[in-house]
């Protein structure tokens, strides 16, 4: 064994000064001086928040860093089977915080460590910038994976792009949006650069055949220009547990090969360094789309990039202990988090043929067994295709085998389905359109073991129509469920530490951030007078923070009694924000036309909205500045006072939404039934104690019947209805709802300013309605008075926000780990101990 081959006075070295990571606040002070000394060159009289920050953050990096060693050595050691996930998103936010918290030593470095230093720990951990190298809910999920695989034990690591510019950061100038470049990378002590771990990545080129000595035709891909994938590494510590996974980013520079070599040597050095920024294109920015697909060259460069680049790390590792090849997939799980990193699926296929001489039919099932996919959309606009010569010109050789696993595919299908004769067409990998296009999803179903969705609904839906002749080739049992879930450190222990920490008050503990069912217990007090009112001020507490927050960000003041209805997410026509302003408009015509006794006797309410727009989408942007123009009209409107207040908060990201998802009253997740997959903002904001107003879509379903149905105000058409009603729009008009009338005409009237900015939003609806606004419009409001009542008896209501938080258990991410490691991965947890392996 490897451990056998070191020498004893070498293991006695290291015995004798390996670092052990600090355990008390002496140890803890030591650690941050000596980094703010000497890494950071500071002193104490140039000691500010940044470098306490950075002092505090290095010192917590030791700590994980050494349990990061020993989690590598044990698994390796162990040689079971591991998971790596692949995601071209990880939207991690702030790591210190988390950071504290898992390895639990947060009090050592707030009460004793930072104060000695003369610091405040929430001033310490604001200087942090979010890492965000992610859209939105896909993103999130993957960085709620990582913490439950490590926090569960699972040997598991994750694999993406880093991005040197993550997300733009949005801002609002004159009420509308305006991107500002993230360049995050400034100062990231979470990372560990690997200079030794690098590979070689092809592109372009062209395919040679030959036949080898045995007859068997050999294909070469070669002429390609090649880039350079350089490892980065993000340690992701597991909650109260030494198990720390890895999180393997990929950065792109230009292969220092001799290619470049010559071109200096022949004067073409500009040449040679306009090379290397082109190279370094390839990870420089996050495509801004959630829910897209625009079919970019350079998107697909990314793609093949890092699934090139992780499969060979994976290969590698796997190739050095010396198992056949047949025990790959009894070692290797691989997730696709969409159908982004489906070119693993040809890349591995190409691995096992071309390199590693294996025959077509063991590869393949090699590479079957190896996959699992998880599908996010429904919408045929979010679907990823990739034109024919595109694929061609880039990457030649995996269009070979693309085409080879279809026809093999097809051949099945013909034989399964001799009288179906559209089926082959349907289904084909290849849609013959011009350009002929790859369906994405369909290699990769095509190419995995399991596919899932993300929530009961979804996972249906997907089966009766996108998929559905696929259910009929391969049978039900390739399809499969794994409802959506957040990680409870960050979205209950960190975003809300009162609360959780009223939780563990009765429960005698916090075993139940690792086992969130734990929390039916607290459905007794539910009833109970002193808990109720402890609740309620935790959740006033947080509104405050909120409303300090609106105050300095927004120079608006908002009043923490009213009732705060927020809809925070990405900005898209399916998730209906416009609605929800349309709403708000509705609200603030009525309150004019009160008197002003009428008036002071209705529920005051503060609808806050946040989100970003993709840059191009021109209708998401019209809604950010909609709200923001009903914002100014509304917030200076004298007559209205507390009762109305309309708020957009700039730069949605993790860390805002840690600010406000403990602070709501009611939350919006209001998206055209059918059309959002699962949603997972919903899942924190009633973890929190707020109630929800929602569609039947995605996980509300599942909420609803986990906290049952008198404690969520659900509204509007069902799933199943929507095509009849988007057909009778098309043959019959679309019907304008009396009260949307109503706002629509106030908008054309100016009230918000010039009518034209906005008669694009006023326009879709009248003519297509698609996202069946007006339909759902009235039963929207009625809805919200309904919540204004529910919301007047206190009393009443904490009832129902204890009861949803108690039944929230179900919905913790490592509830869904436990589901993909059983029914996807077939993995085991691997315990570290605690003094290594
Ligand atoms: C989201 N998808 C779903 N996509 O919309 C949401 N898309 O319902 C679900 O809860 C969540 O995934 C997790 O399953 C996205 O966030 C994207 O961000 C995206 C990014 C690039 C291309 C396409």
New binding site residues.
């Given amino acids: 064994s490897v451990e056998a081959e070191i020498p004893d006075a070498q293991k006695s070295a290291w015995k004798k000064h390996s670092a052990s990571g600090f355990k008390n606040k002496e140890d803890f002070e030591a650690a941050a001086i000596r980094h703010i000394e000497t890494t950071l060159a500071r002193s104490l009289y140039n000691c500010d928040e940044g470098a306490a920050y950075g002092g505090t953050a290095l010192a917590f990096r030791d700590r994980l860093i050494i349990d990061w060693n020993k989690t590598q050595q044990s698994h390796t050691f162990a040689d079971q089977k591991r998971v790596y996930y692949l995601s071209?998103?990880f939207l991690m936010g702030r790591a210190l915080d988390n950071a504290m918290l898992n390895v639990g030593l947060k009090d050592v470095a707030r009460v004793e460590g930072l104060a000695d230093l003369g610091f405040r720990m929430e001033d310490v951990i604001g200087i942090e910038r979010d890492a965000a190298l992610?859209?939105?809910?896909?993103?999130?999920?993957a960085a709620c994976f990582l913490d439950s695989l490590a926090s569960l034990d699972y040997p598991a690591w994750g694999y993406g792009l880093r991005y040197r510019y993550g997300i733009f950061k949005q801002e609002i100038i004159n009420g509308y949006q305006v991107e500002v470049p993230d360049y995050w990378l400034d100062f990231n002590p979470w990372e560990f650069p690997r200079h030794d771990v690098t590979v070689d990545i092809q592109f372009y080129g062209n395919v040679r055949k030959y036949n080898d000595d045995n007859g068997r035709q050999v294909s070469v891909w070669e002429n390609g220009e090649i880039v350079t994938a350089n490892a980065y590494d993000v340690p992701i510590p597991g909650y109260n547990t030494p198990t720390t996974n890895n999180l393997r980013l990929w950065s792109s520079k230009a292969a220092s090969g001799e290619f470049d070599f010559q071109k200096f040597n022949s004067g073409e050095y500009e040449q040679s360094v306009h090379d290397q920024m082109r190279a370094e294109t390839i990870s420089a920015v996050l495509?801004p789309?959630?829910?897209?697909?625009r079919g970019k060259e350079l998107r697909l460069k990314q793609q093949y990039f890092w699934c090139a680049a992780s499969l060979n790390d994976i290969v590698r590792r796997f190739k050095k202990s010396k198992k056949a090849w047949k025990e790959f997939p009894n070692q290797i799980a691989i997730q696709l988090n969409?159908t982004?990193p489906t070119l693993a699926i040809p890349e591995l296929q190409r691995i096992l043929v071309d390199n590693e001489g294996l025959d077509w039919d063991t590869a393949w099932s090699i590479v079957v067994n190896t996959f699992g996919y998880?599908n996010?959309?429904v919408m045929a606009e979010?679907l990823?295709k990739w034109s024919v010569p595109l694929i061609q010109h880039l990457l030649p050789r995996h269009l070979e085998i693309i085409y080879e696993i279809n026809l093999h595919f097809l051949q099945y299908v013909e034989r399964t389905f001799p009288k179906d004769r559209d089926m082959l067409s349907r289904v084909s990998i290849v849609e013959e359109s011009n350009p002929k296009m790859i369906r994405m999803a369909f290699l990769a179903i095509v190419g995995s073991h399991k596919v899932n969705g993300?929530?009961e609904l979804?996972s249906d839906l997907i089966k009766t129509t996108i998929f559905k002749d696929f259910v009929k080739i391969y049978g039900q049992d390739k399809f499969t469920n794994v409802t959506?879930g957040i990680t409870p450190r960050r979205w209950l222990h960190q975003a809300n530490p009162k609360l959780s920490e009223l939780i563990a008050s009765k429960l005698g503990g916090y075993d139940f951030l690792k086992d969130l069912t734990l929390l039916h217990k607290i459905e007794t007090y539910a009833d109970d007078k002193q808990f109720r009112k402890a609740f309620q001020d935790i959740k006033f507490a947080n509104k405050t923070r909120l409303a300090n927050y609106i105050k300095e960000t927004t120079g608006v003041k908002v009043n923490p009694a009213a009732l705060f209805d927020i809809q925070v997410k990405?900005i898209h026509e399916y998730k209906r924000q416009q609605l929800n302003i349309f709403g708000v408009i509705h609200r603030y015509l009525a309150l004019k036309a009160m008197s002003p006794e009428e008036r002071k006797k209705m529920q005051p309410r503060v609808s806050i909205f946040g989100g970003k727009a993709a840059p191009g989408y021109w209708m998401a942007k019209c809604i950010i500045h909609l709200v923001n123009e009903v914002g100014r009209v509304v917030n200076n409107d004298p007559e209205i006072g507390d009762a109305l207040k309309v708020i957009f908060i700039e730069d949605y990201n993790v860390s805002k939404c840690e600010i406000i998802a403990p602070a709501s009253d009611i939350s919006e997740h209001i998206s055209t039934a059918g059309t959002?997959?699962?949603?997972?903002s919903n899942m924190k904001f009633v973890l929190n104690g707020g109630l929800i107003i929602g569609t039947c879509d995605?996980?509300n379903i599942e909420i609803t019947r986990e906290i049952g149905e008198d404690n969520i105000f659900l509204f509007g058409n069902l799933a199943e209805d929507v095509e009849d009603i988007r057909h009778q729009h098309t043959y019959e008009g679309v019907l304008i709802d009396d009260g949307l009338q109503k706002v629509f005409d106030a908008i054309h009237d100016g009230m918000f300013g010039h009518s034209d900015e906005f008669s694009a939003l006023t326009n879709t609806v009248v003519n297509h309605d698609h996202w069946l606004t007006s339909a759902d419009f009235e039963a929207y409001c009625k809805t919200h008075d309904a919540i204004d009542e529910a919301f007047k008896d206190q009393e009443a209501w904490l009832h129902k926000t204890i009861l949803a938080v108690a039944r929230m258990g179900f919905f913790t991410a490592d509830r869904c780990i436990e589901e993909y490691a059983e029914m996807i991965w077939n993995v085991e947890p691997q315990k570290i101990k605690q003094n290594g392996a």
């Fill in positions: 071209l998103e992610g859209n939105g809910g896909l993103g999130r999920l495509y789309n959630d829910n897209l697909d969409d982004h998880t996010h959309t979010a990823e993300v929530a979804h959506n990405r959002e997959a699962s949603g997972t995605g996980a």
